[in-house]
């Protein structure tokens, strides 16, 4: 599943060329995503100015000044720079065209994600109201996630990936996240020191930025607006990498099942 970095790394790669542009037209060829394309997105946004381009969480917000196409990825979804020229492939399902030419093409083979449209605010929408914190967000602390996390007695790595916690903080980048902080995934977070948390705080958003610098990880089929996959996956520390040696004391890396995720880490470095 495309995760925050990939996400970001999207929006940044199709912002340039359609920001300020006007939708010209919205063509709809399979609507059966995780929920209906509705038509009205082809009646509402032909004519209206692309005024943002914009990220909440995983989903990319595309604003004008009366609507906004909320558009989440799902498990395989991506959305790449074309035009007319280009014929559609088989998992092309929607293309939104452009006054300049430039179409974004969503191509989605599972068909898990969505494009909704909206006429209200829509970080008040029901998928994204309940969203937590930005882990870029300046009160996004270790004293933040210290008091959140007081009697709570799930493992560290569900809390962090809690949405209603902290908004994007998906698997890859937690497995991440927490070798670095050299916490255990599965200690309990209601037992994490402070000083701890400001840490674990400080690496969630330091991996998350070399993340999007390297333009998100491929570790299956990611690719980005132009095509090109993610090279995050080379800097991998555990993720993905079980039975390899730690980096930091050479003892193999474990993989588990944790909450029906896949889970990597160094026993050895992480208490």
């Not at 599943?1 to 990939?6: A, I, Q, R, T």
């Not at 340039?16 to 995503?33: C, D, E, G, T, V």
């Not at 509402?44 to 995983?58: N, T």
Request: charged content about 20%; glycine content about 6%; aromatic content about 8%.
């Amino acid at each position: 599943m495309p995760e925050l970095p990939e996400v970001e790394t999207i929006r940044r790669g199709i912002k340039p060329h359609i920001n300020n542009q006007k939708f010209q037209k919205i063509i709809i060829r399979n609507a059966s995503l995780r929920w209906p394309v509705t038509a009205d997105i082809s009646q509402c946004l032909p004519g209206q100015k692309l005024l943002s381009v914009e990220r909440r969480a995983k989903y990319l917000l595309l604003k004008t000044n009366s609507h906004c196409l909320v558009i989440h990825l799902g498990m395989s979804g991506s959305l790449k720079i074309t035009d007319a020229t280009v014929a559609a492939e088989k998992h092309d399902h929607v293309d939104i065209c452009f006054d300049n030419g430039v179409i974004v093409r969503y191509n989605d083979p599972r068909r898990f994600g969505s494009i909704l449209l909206t006429d209200q605010n829509p970080l008040q929408h029901k998928l994204l109201a309940c969203l937590g914190i930005e882990p870029f967000d300046k009160l996004f602390t270790g004293k933040y996630l210290y008091d959140l996390s007081r009697n709570k007695k799930q493992c560290i790595k569900s809390f962090i990936m809690n949405a209603q916690v902290v908004a994007g903080v998906g698997n890859i980048y937690a497995n991440e996240a927490l070798f670095k902080s050299a916490i255990h995934p599965l200690r309990s977070a209601g037992r994490i020191s402070c000083s701890r948390y400001d840490r674990l705080a400080t690496q969630i958003q330091k991996t998350l930025e070399l993340a999007i610098e390297a333009g998100g990880s491929t570790i299956r089929d990611f690719s980005n607006s132009d095509g090109k996959p993610g090279y995050f996956s080379q800097q991998l520390c555990v993720y993905g990498l079980a039975g390899k040696p730690c980096r930091v004391c050479n003892h193999p890396i474990i993989s588990k099942r944790i909450n029906q995720r896949n889970s990597f880490y160094c026993a050895t470095c992480q208490r």
